[in-house]
């Protein structure tokens, strides 16, 4: 899963509290990316970063936050978890900025929200 | 609208068959488009792209795209399928007018029965 790792795996937590998820690599690649991924819609862009403290919005935002204090590591939160949240949530990485510059994903946070 | 389409669900075919999985793009300046492949519990990994020259492209594990301008299409391609193929596939596009994001089908099972 080219050097990226994801925890928790799998989570299960209640409507209303904080959800940190974590995204390592070992790559020192600039860009890093949060998508989430549900039946019917493939892959959608929560938020990415360009670089350390640069992080922008992407299509799906609304209810997301995120961190990236060092190249290595960008966190996803989600402030009060609904259970519209529920989702498979996957981090990419790649090294340029570019449509044609290729994404490489880690494996996936299974994120349940009762 | 979306960008990217796929419009067949599920494919199936017999081991030993050609497959192709079907992928059709929304017109908007030259595309960078891409193949990846998610096995059951795992991120995706990426098969091919393209990006310019040659139309036909050929990737990972005997995978080839071939682009189409004309029908705006970018069908993935093997001439021979193995059961362990069988697996969930994304066309994603690249948008030169975007730094950030990829744009994905909503995906297209595969399943190739022994």
């Known amino acids: 899963d080219a050097g990226i790792t994801q925890s928790p795996r799998h989570k299960v937590t209640e409507t209303g509290t904080p959800v940190t998820l974590r995204c390592h690599q070992t790559?020192?690649?600039?860009?890093m990316y949060w998508y989430r991924q549900d039946p019917g819609h493939g892959l959608r862009l929560i938020h990415y970063s360009y670089g350390v403290k640069d992080t922008d919005k992407g299509e799906v935002s609304d209810g997301y936050s995120v961190s990236r204090s060092k190249t290595e590591d960008f966190l996803l939160t989600l402030e009060s978890a609904t259970s519209s949240q529920t989702s498979v949530y996957f981090c990419a990485i790649s090294w340029g900025a570019g449509g044609q510059e290729t994404q490489y994903f880690g494996p996936g946070t299974r994120l349940l929200v009762l | 609208a979306q960008s990217v389409a796929q419009p067949e669900d599920q494919v199936n075919v017999a081991e030993g068959n050609p497959l192709t999985v079907k992928c059709t793009y929304s017109?908007?300046?030259?595309?960078?488009l891409f193949w990846y492949v998610q096995y059951p519990n795992r991120g995706l990994q990426f098969l091919l792209k393209?990006?310019?020259?040659?139309?036909l492209v050929k990737g990972s594990y005997g995978f080839e795209a071939e682009f189409n301008k004309s029908q705006t299409s970018f069908h993935l391609k093997k001439p021979s399928a193995l059961v362990s193929d069988s697996a969930l596939y994304f066309c994603?596009?690249?948008?030169?007018?975007?730094?950030?994001?990829?744009?994905f089908g909503s995906g297209t099972r595969l399943l190739v029965r022994p």
């Open positions: 017109v908007s300046g030259n595309p960078y």
């Open positions: 393209y990006i310019t020259g040659d139309n």
């Open positions: 994603a596009r690249g948008l030169m007018d975007s730094s950030y994001t990829l744009d």
């Open positions: 790559e020192n690649h600039r860009y």
